[in-house]
């Protein structure tokens, strides 16, 4: 039986993803090369380091561990500039609503993000008292599709993996939540999230019987 909810935090709550873009692509740019909005779809769900990591191929570029470090801190930096602006209405359609559905229903409430800016766009989206537990990139040593995140806000909300459910917008995200045990909900297109247990549009007009129909 569901009794906790696991939410990711970019693409599935807010649109961070075009922020996260504006500033990988002035990172290119500034190196040399050009990177598209389909290039930055690899980057969905996975960590700093790692979209880094594609980045730089995609620029065919490789530089030593501090030149990658102070690269991902600069285009860190871009981002924080960029969402240090979010407001509440860039909030996904009817996600605020479904999460005050879950808790007036009782169950747990948790935020499973890679991001390691989560608190602070929570803080910015008002939003950090709906949740229980926030188990972010500051918190984890090994990012998506590993299931630490996932595991590790089950084990903090006292729940067991198998009654969790998680929200989720990238591939990466899924394959944690079902390496994690649990079920997971995919949000966005159902071709490019096949491997969910069901997907989703986004949350609006979304009830929460949907829950009751994962077997
Ligand atoms: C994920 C995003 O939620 O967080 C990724 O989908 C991002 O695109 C990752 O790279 C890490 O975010 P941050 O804010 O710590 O750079
Ligand atoms: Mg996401």
């Not at 994690?180 to 297109?189: T, Y």
């Amino acid at each position: 039986m569901i009794k906790g909810c696991i939410f990711d935090l970019d693409g599935v709550i807010v649109n961070t993803a075009k922020y996260h873009y504006l500033a990988w692509k002035r990172l290119a740019n500034e190196l040399g090369f050009d990177f598209s909005e389909k290039d930055n779809e690899r980057l969905k769900g996975i960590s700093r380091m790692a979209s880094l990591e594609i980045l730089l191929e995609a620029g065919g570029l490789s530089f030593d561990n501090e030149t990658k470090l102070a690269l991902a801190a600069k285009k860190n930096k871009w981002y924080v500039d960029y969402i240090s602006f979010i407001k509440e209405d860039e909030l996904l359609p009817g996600v605020k609503e479904f999460i005050e559905k879950s808790k007036a229903a009782g169950l747990k409430i948790a935020l499973g993000s890679a991001s390691k800016n989560a608190s602070t766009i929570l803080s910015r989206l008002k939003l950090t008292d709906y949740f229980d537990i926030v188990i972010d990139g500051t918190k984890v040593s090994k990012a998506k599709p590993d299931p630490e995140i996932f595991l590790l806000a089950a084990q903090e909300l006292g729940l067991s993996p198998v009654d969790c459910v998680v929200f989720e917008d990238a591939k990466a995200g899924i394959e944690a939540a079902k390496r994690a045990g649990m079920k997971c909900i995919g949000v966005g297109i159902s071709s490019q999230l096949a491997d969910a247990d069901m997907v989703i549009p986004g949350f609006e007009n979304i009830d929460l019987d949907i829950l009751f129909c994962l077997a």
